[in-house]
């Protein structure tokens, strides 16, 4: 299969990733997984191990910002997972405190905590992952420069022909 580069229109070769086809299924499979939560998950659950659950949670998530603190420090490629990552379980963070303190006593500090620090820092490495991506690109790939990330192809595996001298 051949694809036209956005920016040259020079025919290139793509290959098929399974990964691509592996996410399309999750995505499509997951339509229905969110429909019979939505239909048949009760309103009220109790359940053991919550402790457990959050303490995982805030220990992965403390991993994380430590990944993405030493690979900043040390001004590492790494940085970009760290970003990602940490924006994610931020993210992911609030939502859960947020929503499982609805009615509590808890109720307006995990609010307060989750827009005045969680989603700020999280919106604040999203912009930083896509500040790194750009330099990165205009660094290692200076043709592409100018071009929306979206539209910037991943570069290839397949080594440079060698340069006659």
């Known amino acids: 299969m051949q694809l036209r580069d ?23 499979a997951l339509i229905p997984w969110t429909l019979l939560y939505i239909t048949q998950l ?27 603190a030493w690979s900043a420090l040390r001004e590492r490629a790494m940085l970009i997972v760290g970003l990602i990552v940490s924006s994610a379980l931020l993210v992911c963070d609030a ?8 009615g509590t006593d808890d109720q307006m500090m995990t609010l307060l905590t989750a827009l005045v620090i969680e989603l700020p820092l999280a919106f604040y490495f999203a912009l930083l992952t896509r500040r790194v991506l750009v330099t990165a690109i205009r660094v290692s790939r200076p043709e592409y420069a100018d071009t929306a990330l979206r539209s910037v192809p991943l570069a290839t595996d397949h080594p440079k022909e060698p340069v006659s001298g």
């Open 42 to 68: 009760p309103n009220r659950h109790t359940t053991d191990h919550w402790n457990v659950a959050w303490t995982g949670f805030d220990v992965l998530l403390a991993i994380a910002l430590g990944v993405t």
């Open 95 to 102: 939502w859960f405190d947020v929503v499982t303190s609805i």
């Open 6 to 28: 956005p920016l040259t229109g020079r025919l290139r070769s793509v290959r098929t990733h399974p990964f691509g086809f592996l996410a399309m299924g999750a995505t499509i």
